[in-house]
């Protein structure tokens, strides 16, 4: 390569891996997505380390594990204070960086370093408040929530649809096509193709609100999956479900339950919706890329920040350690060939810290010192470039706080205040539905993971750890001291 390539960045929010054609989903249409899998380099074990917003996207900006990014769960109003970003990185590298969508940072103007930015969160609940300072609301920070005002009146609001933002309830979205999250977002990214300094190259990322809920895609796109009750796969179960002492209540924002098949089937319709929805959009940049003779000098990157449970298992959402939460797809393309790899399936283990040093040696042939991540470049032109023997993954989640050690075969689980363990055979049992943890056949592998989960957290300052055994906790923390202190000072 001799000029520095144009590196896009399509991040989208809450999307399972098996959940686009490319990753074998049976009735899902994903056609560009599928192109791009099929022309590029598709990563088919990518994992998020910590499976929600904020702590995924922390790793992804920083090219740091956890315990270095001190966010161990979800939790908003931590100031985001890092010496080094990604998009920082890429601008002393001589880059015009633009983010467009979803930052998910605090403050929420906050610009961890790129040149500008047109913002939308979606409905974040933090920025939510009426009780927040004037200028930190969120009708002074998501500038689609204002483009849409413009369009729609002053009194027309994200909330209109009548669906919550951790809803499993789905319904057609209600405005123009165009005027939705998902459309502005492309709009406003080939807006910039237009606006551009022609003279440098550019670091674009476009992150998308969806399918993250609510489910609301265009009523062409819900309609699409109509008949899914008689196509889609049923929601499949382990053996091993949580039992409580008390049923869950009724909750339309649920994170456990065993909801009717009719309401499943509802929400899965708004979810694959949203996923043809985006992937006609993208199809839709693709073409103004060509139109700009931008894909002759360009490198796309697409991934998803976390999955969603779906109701598999009878649950919902993400913070989870099973795969519906953390694996997560993960595709490189590269249309003029600039990387002249060998296209195809990697299946090594990969994670969203290595996002920041394969960008930046693909884009300048250069090593990142200083971050736990790893640059996938070699793996490219070597498929079978080892990267890790294993993934530590965790979440703060009350009681259901977690932690996990992932191989391409295993995964050992380790509920802290439940005080339960957990083992999947993911090779013969990808759907996690036979718990092998009381196995004796397995016990030296089931030893040998948990042995890899007390290094990793022997000197964390929760004492996850005491003379070399892990110890049951009465809570655990969401950030790690390090950052609140910061915060403080």
């Given at each position: 390569?001799?000029?520095?390539p144009?590196?896009?960045?399509?991040?989208?929010?809450?999307?399972?891996f098996?959940?686009?054609a490319a990753?074998?989903?049976?009735?899902?249409s994903?056609?560009n997505?599928?192109m791009?899998?099929a022309?590029?380099?598709n990563?088919?074990?990518?994992?998020?380390?910590v499976p929600?917003?904020?702590?995924?996207r922390?790793?992804?900006m920083?090219?740091?594990?956890?315990?270095?990014?001190?966010r161990?769960?979800?939790?908003?109003?931590v100031?985001?204070?890092y010496?080094?970003?990604l998009?920082g990185?890429?601008?002393?590298?001589?880059?015009?960086?633009?983010?467009i969508?979803k930052?998910?940072?605090?403050?929420?103007r906050?610009?961890l370093g790129?040149?500008h930015?047109?913002?939308?969160?979606?409905?974040?609940?933090?920025a939510r408040?009426y009780?927040k300072?004037?200028?930190?609301q969120?009708?002074?920070?998501?500038?689609y929530?204002?483009?849409?005002k413009?369009?729609?009146g002053?009194d027309a609001?994200l909330m209109d649809?009548?669906?919550?933002?951790?809803s499993?309830?789905?319904?057609p979205?209600?405005?123009?096509?165009e005027l939705?999250?998902t459309?502005?977002?492309v709009?406003?990214?080939?807006?910039?193709?237009?606006?551009?300094d022609?003279t440098?190259?550019?670091f674009l990322n476009m992150?998308?609100a969806?399918?993250h809920?609510?489910?609301?895609?265009?009523?062409y796109?819900y309609?699409?999956?109509?008949?899914?009750s008689e196509d889609?796969p049923e929601?499949?179960?382990?053996?091993?479900?949580?039992e409580?002492?008390?049923?869950?209540?009724?909750?339309t924002t649920a994170?456990k339950?065993?909801?009717?098949?009719q309401?499943?089937?509802?929400m899965r319709?708004?979810y694959y919706?949203?996923?043809?929805h985006?992937d006609?959009?993208?199809?839709?940049?693709?073409?103004a890329?060509e139109?700009?003779?931008l894909?002759?000098n360009?490198?796309i990157?697409?991934?998803s920040d976390h999955?969603?449970?779906?109701?598999e298992h009878h649950?919902f959402?993400?913070?989870y350690p099973?795969?519906?939460?953390?694996h997560i797809p993960f595709i490189?393309?590269d249309p003029a060939?600039l990387?002249e790899?060998?296209?195809g399936t990697i299946?090594e283990?990969?994670?969203l810290?290595?996002?920041?040093?394969t960008l930046?040696?693909?884009a300048?042939?250069?090593?990142v010192?200083g971050?736990?991540?790893?640059?996938?470049?070699?793996n490219l032109?070597r498929?079978?470039?080892?990267?890790r023997?294993?993934?530590h993954?965790?979440?703060s989640?009350?009681?259901d706080?977690n932690q996990f050690i992932?191989?391409k075969e295993?995964k050992?689980?380790w509920?802290?205040v439940r005080g339960?363990?957990?083992?999947?055979?993911?090779?013969l049992d990808?759907k996690?539905?036979i718990?092998?943890s009381?196995n004796?056949?397995?016990?030296e592998?089931?030893?040998?993971l948990?042995n890899?989960?007390i290094?990793?957290?022997r000197d964390r300052?929760?004492s996850?750890?005491?003379n070399d055994?892990?110890?049951q906790l009465?809570r655990?923390?969401?950030?790690?001291s390090?950052?609140?202190?910061?915060?403080?000072?």
């Open positions: 390569m001799k000029d520095k144009n590196i896009i960045l399509m991040m989208v929010d809450q999307l399972r098996d959940s686009i990753n074998g989903h049976p009735i899902v994903s056609p997505l599928d791009m899998a022309q590029g380099y990563f088919k074990n990518a994992f998020t380390a929600s917003c904020i702590p995924s922390a790793a992804l920083t090219g740091l594990s956890q315990k270095n990014h001190g161990v769960g979800y939790e908003d109003g100031d985001w204070a010496d080094r970003t998009a990185t890429f601008s002393s590298l001589g880059y015009q960086t633009e983010c969508g930052m998910h940072v605090y403050p929420e906050n610009r790129f040149d930015v047109m913002l939308h969160d979606g409905y974040l609940h933090e408040k009780r300072p004037y200028r930190s969120f009708e002074n920070v998501d500038d929530l204002m483009w849409f413009r369009k729609k002053v609001d649809i009548g669906l919550h933002c951790n499993w309830v789905a319904r979205w209600m405005y123009e096509e939705h999250p459309n502005w977002i709009s406003e990214s080939i807006d910039f193709l237009k606006r551009r022609p440098v190259p550019f992150s998308f969806r399918p809920s609510p489910l609301d895609p265009p009523e796109y309609n699409m999956y109509k008949d899914i889609a929601v499949n179960t382990g053996d091993w479900i949580f409580e002492k008390e049923a869950p209540l009724f909750s994170l339950g065993n909801y009717s098949k309401d499943m089937d509802r319709r708004g919706g949203s996923i043809t985006i006609h959009q993208i199809g839709r940049f693709l073409i890329l139109e700009h003779d894909n002759k360009t490198v990157l697409f991934l999955g969603d449970q779906l109701g649950l959402r993400k913070s099973y795969q519906g939460s953390t490189l393309y060939d990387l790899g060998k296209v299946d283990l990969v994670e810290k290595d996002v920041f040093p930046v040696d693909i300048a042939d250069e090593k010192d971050v736990d991540g790893i640059s996938l470049k070699e032109k498929h079978h470039t080892v990267t023997d294993y993934i993954g965790e979440h989640f009350k009681k706080s992932l191989t295993w050992y689980i509920y802290p339960t363990e957990q083992l999947f055979h993911l090779s990808p996690e539905e718990d092998e009381n004796p056949k397995h016990n592998i089931k030893r040998q948990k890899h989960l290094d990793e957290l300052e929760e996850f750890v005491v055994e892990l110890v009465e655990t923390k969401s950030t790690l390090f950052l609140n202190k910061e915060q403080e000072t």
